[in-house]
């Protein structure tokens, strides 16, 4: 039976196998230390027996072992034990050397290499623990979707149009035919709510973004999420505040140890984030603010970091939802605010400098949508499918998604997305 | 406050606002009644108002309405309550007629009608509960692995070579260069358990599937599980039990609703499911059936119904291990049986009469992929990045992979798995 490292502190006095990675050896003149890194820690190995000196000169670093002894007490140690009197035997050959050194408590090589050599690079326990928490936050995410009786979708990611926004779509040859890679699950999330009321997706999303930034990725995981019998989209930013408490409360419970590898301290539960409407946020900024940004219809990166400045000062609050976009930048199927017409029922909520969720009330009419598109010069003939739900009658509805590795790269400030991207995808990088 | 249908014999007596779709109206001389749709259930609305009756007619089937009115017992309805002296308002336009009825208790469509109308006929109770399984069986595949400590992990689905099996690939332009659609997550799976020891991952997977039939889709979801520091593939076979369990025991518990519309009865728990080894199944086969199937090196879909119900007549058990399948026709990282290096430790998991999961233990030493690959005529620099992994150091580990829509089809006992699949992917249909 296998003991992991964070186990053996209950075993002290008694013989008993680990398994792991050859973390670090350090070899001194009469004493060898061997640390064995497993998912759950490291375990410290010690022995002066010569033949096990001499085997240990022939185990190089990542090498996978499995050893027995007798577990000691030493305070010295990582977890106040050791592994005394080891007997070792080889459970791979014998490993190559990594391309950086893994056992190092800093992370010495580039994010080049880091990613040329991700199957081995991410062993490092700092380069690992993102994953951990993107982990425990998808399991937040659908923990508090699930207490609010969503239900979980699979929807394609091969699709016949581009319709969404038409630019920036992967083409895929499909049995000789043109189809394109899904930019979002959006269409099938909102039809969706037709049937289930409450839906959501996590899964993989894909854009063609021309773009090499610290922030822009080919492929990334959606948290998706949309719900009918709505008022507005406050009904929709509640849902949001309720998900984003429970990616933070899943952190927290699940993996402590990623967080403090990292030095993260995790923002205060939400309770109740402050809201400001986008053309009371553009007067705020050019009243303060060294350029007038009125006038325009998004908010520039500078604006969205000089609110997160000012929402932590005003309100002590990390996150800010920033409500009433103009229309003008947002999809045909965004519901306009019913008092101002060039404004929209949409949100982007704010998270430490950065847009982090964008989401709002769609339209549910199917009148509407023959507007709306035909007043955006679009054929409705090409959504006929994703107009059919509405055609045969849609409650109001609204939803938002959360990018899964912007949320974690936010939380870890990172200054690059692909340190919480597994095996990042953009135009320069295809590999591993 | 909206009250749901479910919720409703908690209000005799009193006013309460209840919305949904309209599923059916029956409209008498002298009182009519409605029914309303919603996620919960069924609401009977009644009314013998003039005004209202004549209102009623203009709001067709699958209208979304907002009802308010009082609530009465009436062990009649359906869910022994009743809502009398309705106001009714729209809450979307008039709806067009659905493409068959959703109302009636069968479903009265054909499979090419359902699925050109997915958003629509998504609707009717029993094409919905299909997919409420679903949800339930991947919250319960995701329970079991975290209990054990397992990572969730999201891969690439663009991928740069169509390495594992060469033939059945989508390609795409990624950025001018040639790519593919992963067909599994197998290569980082593995390579992950480098990093996490176990990981897991739900996800599309894509085959350019030739063959039009209905058990084959072109995108389904995989959920994929690999564990390192195995002995062998009992280990892999024990942690697939503990998952399967888990799967049922969530379908019991979130959507016993879902299971009766369709009339499903849940397999018992699989405690210890009976496992035959290949060489013996075929010869059992061969004692007992009319075709001998002694000499090929896997089972015919015919000789696994037989075996399926061996198995229950032998152990009265719906699931079945067979094991040790020839290593001729599994793919290269597959690890041999050391007694018998003709045979492999894998396995197939099947259920009532089918395949359901493959998996087995993988090759994890460096040098055992060399000589596999170069066995296979293969060049094992195209896979440079993935030996990459074991050149560093891996221990003995192996997964499986179940197919959800599989999962679910079976239980069901469809004859077709596109009534398990929201919008199925074939080689003729690529909408909506």
Known sequence: MRVLAAQLAEYVGQKVTVAGWVHRRRQLKSVTFVIIRDRSGLTQ???NDSSVMEQVTEVPEETVVEITGVIMANPQAPAGVELTEPAISFLSDP???PPFDIYRPSVTATLPVILDNAPVALRHPRLRAPFEI???????FRAALERLQFTEISTPKIVRSATESGANVF???YFGHPAYLAQSPQFYKQTMVGVFERVYEVGPVFRAEPHDTARHLAEYTSMDAEL?????????MAVLTEVVTGMIEAARAYVGSALEVLGIELPPLPIGIPEIDFAEAQELIAKNGAEDPRGEPDLAPAHERWLCEWALREFDSQFLFVTGYPMAKRPFYTHPDPQRPEYSNSFDLLFRGQELVTGGQRLHRYSDYLAALTARNEN???YATYLAAFEHGMPPHGGFAIGLERWVSRLMMADNIRYATLFPRDIQRLEP
């Open 45 to 47: 190995v010690v022995t």
């Open 95 to 97: 490993a190559a050397p």
């Open 134 to 140: 993107a982990a425990a936050s998808t399991a937040g």
């Open 171 to 173: 083409a895929i040859d």
């Open 228 to 236: 009918g019998f709505i008022t507005d989209h406050h009904d929709v």
């Open 380 to 382: 409705p003939a090409n």
